[in-house]
């Protein structure tokens, strides 16, 4: 089983404040997606990440998925009430695990007004 | 577009008794899978299927049954329930299974066995 663990599992800030989630593992990912879950509903994609290395930004949020494909990261700018949620990486293993999407455990995001 | 509808959306049982969870998707997605979310342990895949009549085991399959008779429904049964097995259920779907596809969840049924 592929692991991915997350920190800091429980974040609490002020509007306007910048944070970093981060997402870790020992083995190598095809690729890795991030999503959104807000109470009482399913998650929701906010971006995939395929090649090492790469960088993609979605307005205030920054993801970067590490050059071994083992490791990514989830910044927000300037942080608004709306961003509150559970947020979740999740990874396709290479090799023999296409179709198992493993996630990790999430971190718990409140920006306070 | 519904996109992926479960009901019910809470369900009470007591040990022992049987149920199906329901999932559709209207999105003629090849890939369905069921996860099951519980405090501290995060999404746990139980059961997936990349097409009619093929389905395949998750992460945590034991005292769950699926079945994929149409590319539209995949239910979820549980024979016996056991309070073990009370938690938050997710459905997902997706057009390949694979990275380059999102997974499309439903908003969970709420399952409590006492």
């Known amino acids: 089983t592929q692991l991915l663990e997350q920190s800091p599992q429980f974040l609490s800030i002020q509007e306007g404040e910048n944070l970093t989630v981060y997402c870790n593992s020992s083995s190598v990912f095809s690729s890795l997606q991030w999503y959104r879950q807000e109470p009482g509903e399913g998650p929701v994609l906010l971006v995939t990440?395929?090649?090492?290395?790469e960088v993609k930004k979605l307005k205030r949020l920054t993801f970067q998925f590490g050059d071994a494909r083992k490791d990514s990261s989830l910044h927000i700018t300037a942080a608004q009430t709306g961003d509150t949620g559970l947020y979740l990486c999740a990874g396709y293993g290479s090799g023999g695990s296409n179709y198992k999407l493993t996630f990790g455990k999430g971190t718990l995001l409140t920006v306070n007004p | 577009n519904a996109g992926v509808t479960q009901t019910p959306k809470f369900q009470v049982l007591k040990t022992g008794q049987s149920m199906t969870l329901q999932c559709a998707q209207d999105?003629?997605?090849?890939?369905m899978s069921w996860y099951r979310q519980d405090p501290g342990m995060g999404l746990r895949l139980i059961h997936y299927s990349v097409g009619a009549g093929i389905t395949d085991q998750g992460e945590v399959p034991n005292g769950y049954n699926v079945s994929r008779s149409t590319t539209e429904d995949f239910p979820l049964r549980l024979l016996s329930a056991a309070p073990s097995q009370t938690s938050v259920y997710f459905c997902a779907s997706s057009y390949s299974g694979r990275g380059d596809s999102p997974l499309h969840f439903g908003n969970g049924t709420r399952l409590t066995v006492t």
């Open positions: 990440v395929v090649t090492g290395g």
């Open positions: 999105m003629n997605h090849e890939y």
